[in-house]
């Protein structure tokens, strides 16, 4: 069974950074973030596969960066030039069969980590 352990939330000025953390254990996957804000619906965020290429959407590029350890099957997400407009409730996910930009296309998920940048 795969479970998803993420941490690393919190309030931040606008301009500021955060890392996010996802454990998973249960196996070794692809991996992404998506984030939920009030009223909208869950987007695609950035993804890692296992060997390392990722993918972001175009708002983050540049200031976020996803990468994965590996040996402690843990992923991180630097979150840098953090502005309002990212404010969400950030999810980690493992195992896409699909377009892994679609949250639909996710086999797991972690439990959510807020994420509030002020201006």
Not at 51 to 66: A, E, L, N, Q, W
């Amino acid at each position: 069974q795969v479970q998803l352990v993420g941490s690393g939330g919190g309030l931040v000025q606008a301009g500021g950074s955060l890392r996010l953390s996802c454990a998973a254990s249960g196996g070794r996957y692809p991996m992404g973030w998506f984030r939920q804000a009030p009223g909208k619906e869950r987007e695609f965020v950035a993804a890692i596969n296992t060997s390392g290429p990722t993918f972001y959407m175009d708002s983050v590029k540049g200031r976020f960066t996803i990468s994965r350890d590996n040996a402690k099957n843990t992923v991180f997400f630097q979150m840098n030039s953090l502005k309002p407009e990212d404010t969400a409730l950030y999810y980690c996910a493992a195992d896409p069969d699909g377009d892994f930009r679609d949250f639909r296309a996710w086999a797991y998920w972690g439990q959510g980590t807020q994420v509030t940048v002020s201006s």
